[in-house]
């Protein structure tokens, strides 16, 4: 709401970078309802007097371009502004917040991170079947391919053929991107959202692009899954950061620990919620409680081996695609455990033994 024509401009050119479309007016709208309804109510502060008198509401921001207006705050006040913003200082900000406001945001995803505790561990299997299992189970999932030199997670969905974006098409984005859009431009396999790499030669996604991508997905809600890499570089090190659980799959051998121990001391530098699944079988004298507290990590739990996993991925079934199998079961029992706080209002519960 303004008729200060410098400002709207640059307002609408905010709402253009945030993928919203604004309802313009001068003083307070006519139609009933309108000022009520909006997700949110930006006045200039030249229509700040013809405001006196609405219903006051959530997400009214008082914005101009004046810092020194003596009545600002006063003006504020009167009409039941939450934030008083001046541009362009701004400006990042408040795009940031109309595009929220334009895709309804709730709460953000639950964010899980999986990593080998040495190569060949079975890191990208394990993400996978997390993410199946919380699509079938009515989740909002997307799954999220971290690791450039893994050949593409999206083959072992059977998808590497399916139409979407990959990696090196959001090799250039930074800022901020549409979580709608985001999704929309995935491969949709098997109830749930792929961001893989492709098949051409390895592309260094810069860690703006992460940042943006992962904040986008996580905006979305429901549950992101990442399979990351087990080397730290700054695009890897943005990952971590953005995760809210991360899980370090560690197959029962004295030279898979010892590696683990290398990779959660790279993690622990900047994920600060770390914890140990351990795979079998196991050499002489270790089991699960034995590799966790050699690690010195929370445990999970242990993954259970799984008969004909690879022949069921030959044919282009997905890990965990049996709700009955061992490892669908292990997946749907950690995501009840790591979800009840959503119901409950708290903090992800702690390891299972």
Known sequence: MTEDLELLDDLL?????????????????????SWDRAPMVLVGDDAARRCRGAARRCGVMLVGRDQEAPDIWRRAVEIGAEYVLRLPDAEGWLVDQIANAAEGVGSPALTIGVIGGRGGSGASTLACALAVTAARAGRRAMLIDGDPLGGGIDVLLGGERAAGMRWPDFTHSKGRVGGGALEESLPALHGLRVLSWGRDDTVVIPAQAIQAVLAAARRLGGVVVVDLPRSLDESAAEALAQLDLGLLLVPGELRAVAAAKRVAAMAGMVLEDLRVVVRGPYAAGLDERWVAQALGLPLVGELPLEAGLLEAQDSGAPPASSARSPLARFCTAFWERALAPERAGGHIGGGAS
């Open 13 to 33: 050119r905010l709402c253009a970078a945030a993928g919203a479309e604004p309802e313009v007016h001068h003083s307070l709208p006519e139609r009933r309802g």
